[in-house]
């Protein structure tokens, strides 16, 4: 079992910065592919950034390519999404979510075994 946490959510202006962290409770991430999902109220969770198991790959959504960045820390055991020049369309509760997978990065949610309880963004115009 992996419980996931998220932390650094929370309010900005348009144009500004946020990175928001996942955590897995006792473990690192190693083996594991990490996605970062966002849902907006009445939308479905879509898919926002991810990285494979190997640390090796990232992939993003075309809606924050560019903005946001993807990565872990060297202990492999925070996963980060650095997101920057947000702007209101961004405003969504993000989730991690991980699956053991070393090479690929899942698009879609069901494809991931875990998930945290989430992390509200606001972002004001």
């Known amino acids: 079992q992996v419980q996931l946490a998220e932390s650094g959510g929370g309010l900005v202006q348009a144009g500004g910065s946020l990175r928001v962290s996942c955590v897995a409770s006792g473990r690192t991430f190693n083996t594991y592919a990490v996605g970062w999902f966002r849902q907006a109220p009445g939308k479905e969770r879509e898919f926002v950034a991810g990285?494979?198991?190997?640390?090796?790959?990232?992939d993003y959504a075309d809606s924050v390519k560019g903005r946001f960045t993807i990565s872990i820390n060297n202990a492999g055991k925070l996963v980060y999404l650095q997101m920057n020049s947000l702007k209101p369309e961004d405003t969504a509760v993000y989730y991690c979510a991980a699956q053991r997978a070393l090479y690929t990065i899942g698009r879609t949610a069901n494809e991931y075994n875990y998930w945290g309880q989430g992390t509200q963004v606001t972002v004001s115009s």
């Open positions: 990285i494979s198991g190997s640390y090796k790959s990232t």
